[in-house]
């Protein structure tokens, strides 16, 4: 029945609509899938208050969050406010122990301030330089995939990223990460199920995975 399916919510990376899970499936019969998609952040808001906005967008009672990277943060937080069946993160972070020592030291020194946000505005004329097959693939998946490219949240999100505090992770989590993944290395990750081979992306190149192992780490205890 209905009634009883399980509400799956998805929140998509950094920037990224929820485009980036169109090949996830999962068995109609069991999960209702939701996207959810980003917000422009209120002038000053602190990330706590941003994610008890997204709740509003909470349709269903104990649900299954699921984010990928700063997704991930933000689910993590989102937790904090509402009751949720379990949190799932994928090629994300637990804490600010496990962020890469670049991250640590743009915390420590502001340089995140000093990250230019405007080419995310002009990828279209970014493209025009892209040498190489590999590249200018990369640009086609940005030019699919990314949804927010307002300079003020880019801004916004880089800093709640960098400057994410959390030492002590909700236990009711399952962090998925891939071993080839550049953003977050996996040698500053505990605790995770380890993809073999899984980019920072692996969310769209490993989506076959994903469609026949998630569902049962949802059911699982």
């Not at 109609?28 to 952040?41: A, D, G, K, R, T």
């Not at 890469?100 to 743009?106: E, V």
């Not at 989590?173 to 071993?179: A, P």
């Amino acid at each position: 029945m209905k009634d009883n399916l399980i509400h799956v919510y998805f929140m998509p990376g950094m920037a990224a609509s929820s485009k980036i899970f169109e090949y996830i499936r999962l068995p109609e019969s069991q999960f209702q899938i939701h996207y959810l998609e980003w917000i422009l952040p209120l002038k000053d808001e602190a990330l706590d208050a941003y994610a008890l906005r997204m709740t509003t967008f909470i349709n269903h009672d104990n649900v299954v969050l699921i984010g990928v990277s700063f997704g991930g943060v933000l689910v993590q937080e989102m937790s904090k406010h509402i009751k949720v069946r379990k949190i799932i993160i994928v090629s994300s972070v637990k804490s600010m122990n496990e962020l890469p020592k670049k991250m640590l030291f743009a915390r420590t020194t502001l340089a995140y301030k000093l990250v230019p946000m405007q080419w995310v505005s002009h990828i279209e004329q970014l493209s025009k330089y892209a040498f190489g097959s590999t590249i200018k693939k990369r640009l086609e998946l940005y030019k699919k995939y990314l949804s927010v490219n307002d300079s003020i949240y880019l801004s916004w999100a880089l800093k709640q990223m960098v400057c994410w505090s959390q030492e002590v992770y909700p236990q009711n989590m399952v962090h998925i990460h891939g071993n080839k993944d550049v953003v977050f290395p996996i040698k500053n990750i505990t605790n995770c199920r380890m993809i073999k081979g899984g980019t920072h992306i692996m969310i769209i190149t490993k989506y076959k995975w994903f469609n026949e192992n998630l569902p049962r780490i949802i059911l699982e205890n």
